[in-house]
C-alpha cells in the first residue's frame, strides 16, 4: 500500500534552513506521471500548497515562496526532499508531503504530517 | 493565483440531516480540477472527491460533488458522526494549487 511520511526537525531557529524528509513507499517516482507534493498548515489554519516534484525532475513552486524553496529526490533511497532557507516564525506550521497520482494534481494519499516550530 | 471561497464558515447540523458545503473559484476551474477533502483534529487530510465528482476510493456514496466553472457543491446525503470534521475544497486548474479556507462541520 501506498504511505508517506516526513522527517525533520521539529524545532528551528529564525534565519535557520529547514531541510524535511519524505520517505515513501508503495509507489515508484520513476513512474510516468508521478508527482510529490508539499504542502503545509500554519496552527488552526488552512492548507496551502508548497511546491512539487515529477517523476522527470521537473519541479514547480508557489510563487510566493519559490525564490526561497527547493524540493529535490533521491530515487533510490524512495525520498523527496524539501530545503526552506531563512526560516521565520510565520513558517511554524505542519509540513506534509502528499502524492499526486500519475497524470492528475489533486492529492490522494498523505503523510502523517510534522509540525515545525520556529522560534529563537 | 485562483483564489477559493468555501461558504459557510461553520455548519452545525444533527446526525441524520443533509449537508450541503458551497465552494467558489475567482475563476473558472473547468469542470474536472476541483477535489474535497476531509480533515478530523489532528489527522491529516483526506481525499473524499477528485474530478469535481469522482469519488476517492472507500469514500462511502453518501458523499456526492457537483459543479462546474466557478461553483462548486460538496453534498453529504445523510450525517454520520463520523462526518464530523473540516472539508477544504482544492483546485488544481492552475498552479499554484490552491485551497479554500475550510468549512466547520460540526454537531448541533
Known amino acids: 500500500q501506498v504511505t508517506l511520511k516526513e522527517s525533520g526537525p521539529a524545532l528551528v531557529k529564525p534565519a535557520q534552513t529547514l531541510t524535511l524528509t519524505c520517505t515513501f513507499s508503495g509507489f515508484s517516482l520513476t513512474t510516468s506521471g508521478m508527482r510529490v507534493n508539499w504542502i503545509r498548515q500554519p496552527p488552526g489554519k488552512a492548507l496551502e500548497w508548497l511546491g512539487r516534484?515529477?517523476?522527470?525532475?521537473?519541479?514547480y513552486y508557489s510563487p510566493s515562496l519559490k525564490t526561497s524553496l527547493t524540493i529535490s529526490k533521491d530515487t533510490s533511497k524512495n525520498q523527496v526532499v524539501l530545503t526552506m532557507p531563512n526560516m521565520d516564525p510565520v513558517d511554524t506550521a505542519t509540513y506534509y508531503c502528499?502524492?499526486?497520482?500519475?497524470?492528475?494534481?489533486?492529492?490522494?494519499?498523505w503523510g502523517q504530517g510534522t509540525l515545525v516550530t520556529v522560534s529563537s | 493565483e485562483i483564489v477559493l471561497t468555501q461558504a459557510p464558515g461553520t455548519l452545525s447540523l444533527s446526525p441524520g440531516e443533509r449537508a450541503t458545503l458551497s465552494c467558489r473559484a475567482s475563476q473558472s476551474v473547468d469542470s474536472s480540477y476541483l477535489a474535497w477533502y476531509q480533515q478530523k483534529a489532528g489527522q491529516s487530510p483526506r481525499l473524499l472527491i477528485h474530478?469535481?465528482?469522482s469519488r476517492a476510493t472507500g469514500i462511502p456514496d453518501r458523499f456526492s460533488g457537483s459543479g462546474s466553472g466557478t461553483d462548486f457543491t460538496l453534498t453529504i446525503s445523510r450525517l454520520e458522526p463520523e462526518d464530523f470534521a473540516v472539508y477544504y475544497c482544492?483546485?488544481?486548474?492552475?498552479?499554484?494549487?490552491?485551497f479554500g479556507q475550510g468549512t466547520n462541520l460540526e454537531i448541533k
Open positions: 502528499a502524492r499526486s497520482p500519475a497524470g492528475s494534481r489533486y492529492f490522494d494519499y
Open positions: 482544492q483546485q488544481y486548474r492552475n498552479s499554484p494549487y490552491t
Open positions: 474530478d469535481t465528482s
Open positions: 516534484i515529477d517523476w522527470d525532475d521537473e519541479t
